[in-house]
């Protein structure tokens, strides 16, 4: 089974990608931290008690990686935009397995008590453009959503738009669990996601 983690806003810039996801939503976003191995940052909100929004960018303050970031962020623009989705599995070797070509290989990272392991494509690109989530398994039972205050925010619906919707959705909706996916043809991917705030619906 598969579950719904997090949505990864991406930009070329924290601090711009950040308010301008604030004037949407209307609430501030909270600190989250540094991804030493990707030179990249983030901040959070929460969207749940398991589930959450990430807004990511380049770290400035710290050198270039050697290898190319994750979530395609060597080419990220200054207008934020959704990124991925990234679902949490049981056993990411497994999961992997049963994915696409392009899905990533495991990478352990740990930041302060948190330590996961993440699908990561070693050209930094999103699996299928971000058509197929990202992969990740939690370990120790720690989770960053269950440490944001609730603002009342809550993630409605994911519309993946893309050429193969169709066998994205035979493939991923049998055993995909959380806040509803669409797979939409479209002749190119792209991401939205509905939320639900105290001030209204937003689609970012």
């Known amino acids: 089974m598969m579950e719904i983690d997090h949505i990864a806003i991406v930009c070329a810039d924290l601090d711009l990608g950040c308010q301008n996801v604030e004037e949407r939503i209307g609430l501030p976003l909270r600190p989250g931290g540094r991804h030493a191995r990707y030179a990249t940052h983030n901040r959070l909100l929460g969207l749940g008690p398991d589930i959450y929004l990430e ?3 380049p770290d400035p303050s710290v050198p270039a990686p050697s ?3 994750w979530f395609a962020l060597d080419h990220a623009l200054e207008v934020p935009r959704v990124g991925n989705w990234l679902v949490r599995v049981p056993d990411l070797g497994a999961a992997l397995a049963g994915a696409p070509e392009g899905a990533g290989r495991p990478v352990a990272l740990a930041r302060d008590d948190l330590s996961w392991e993440i699908a990561v494509p070693d050209d930094g690109s999103l699996p299928m453009e971000g058509g197929w989530p990202t992969m990740l398994q939690w370990h120790g039972g720690l989770h960053p959503a269950r ?3 609730d603002d009342g925010v809550r993630l409605t619906t994911i519309e993946v738009r893309h ?3 169709d066998w994205l959705a035979r493939t991923l909706l049998p055993g995909l669990t959380g806040p509803e996916v669409r797979f939409i043809p479209a002749p190119a991917a792209a ?14």
């Open 147 to 149: 440490r944001l205050p």
């Open 163 to 165: 050429p193969r919707a």
């Open 67 to 69: 290898h190319p970031r």
């Open 55 to 57: 807004v990511i960018a």
């Open 191 to 204: 991401l939205s996601v509905e939320l639900s705030t105290p001030g209204g619906v937003v689609w970012l």
